[in-house]
């Protein structure tokens, strides 16, 4: 399915108090909405990707992966301030007729969750069968259940948190300063700070992988190198393939609304009431080595949302691992299933000897 678009002409309010004149959402469907309308699997993306999950999460979905467009409609949308059309830092300005650049306003999870609302209204989908999501993903997931705590049967929550920790801000705030120390960053152009954000995303992959990752797949076996190192081309590798398709500016709003993450914020005293406030039925899995989102964050969301169930994936790609390791997500999430399956059945047949 090629990339549609869905304009909101109303003002589009930001939890900041800011708002946006309009706003457009650019999406992808697959598949078909069948008679009952509860066929419904919603992806929300993680920091850098798009709406095309069959691209960027091939072998969890697909015509031959646990979701299939020939029995599921799989939605995914653009994050609202990405760069992949949904509004965002290069869209134009309706008020000015200029692109907003660094002035386009400070978004949160609760924004982008909000988004997604108005685009769900717009494809009238009433029920979502299930919702996932990985990383900012699943804090974007977590937000909307929590917003409208009626829409979503299941929750799949995989490699993310209830509120974005000190350390997660920290290597955040480290990118932000590589790409503002880029002083092209306030060109306000569509080209700013390349350079800056090629050393942002080398920052970042250090919290994505970790030691054991670059000890396996990095390590140099010729011992007379004195430069040129595996490890060093990589981090300049993977910098330049995500300059060639990814904006500073984007990256900037979406590394602030993560930091913004926080169940409680306006809602609960604490992240466990919160969370407590969770109806779907929920599934939460960890990565054993990923040190940006370490296990007891997931064992945190587990704990405190009702009758949740925890799962982990012992994986030598760290925080990476949600987007490579599918076959052992895929025979997870068909577990919890069939539990859940069940537990329904069990559920059902105690009303019918009532």
Known sequence: MSLQKFTYQKRFQLESGQSLPSL????????????????????????????????????????????NPNDYFIVCANNLGSCYGTTGPLSINNETKEAWFNYFPQITIKDIAA?????????????????????????????????????????????????????????????????????TYYSNTTDAAKKGLCAARSIALLSYRGYNTYDVTQKDENY????????????????????????????????????SHNVARNRAETKELALKQIKAHTLVIGLTSDILFP????????????????????????????????????????????????????????????
């Open 115 to 183: 988004s997604l609302e108005l685009l769900k209204d717009h494809l009238r989908i009433d029920k979502i069968h299930t919702l996932v999501g990985g990383s900012q993903g699943g804090q974007i997931a977590q937000e909307w259940a929590l917003q409208n705590k009626n829409l979503v049967e299941n929750l799949i929550l995989i490699a993310t948190n209830a509120q974005h920790s000190p350390w997660g801000i920290a290597f955040n705030e480290s990118q932000r300063l590589a790409i503002k120390a880029d002083r």
């Open 224 to 259: 007379n190198k004195t430069n040129n190192y595996a490890s060093a081309s990589y981090q300049r590798y993977q910098g330049e393939k995500l300059v060639n398709r990814f904006n500073a500016y984007s990256y900037v709003r979406l590394l602030d609304a993560m930091d």
């Open 295 to 354: 296990l007891a964050e997931q064992k945190f969301l587990a704990k405190n949302i009702p009758g949740a169930n925890y799962a982990e994936i012992d994986s030598s790609f760290g925080h990476d691992g949600f987007l490579i390791e599918t076959e052992k997500l895929s025979k997870i999430i068909s577990i919890y299933y069939a539990n859940e399956k069940v537990k329904k059945d069990k559920l059902n047949l105690q009303k019918t000897n009532n």
């Open 24 to 67: 457009e959402i650019a999406y992808h469907t697959f598949g078909t909405l069948n008679k009952e309308r509860n066929n419904v699997i919603w992806v929300c993306h993680a920091l850098t990707a798009n709406s095309n999950v069959f691209d960027w999460w091939n072998g969890l979905f697909g015509e031959k992966s646990l979701y």
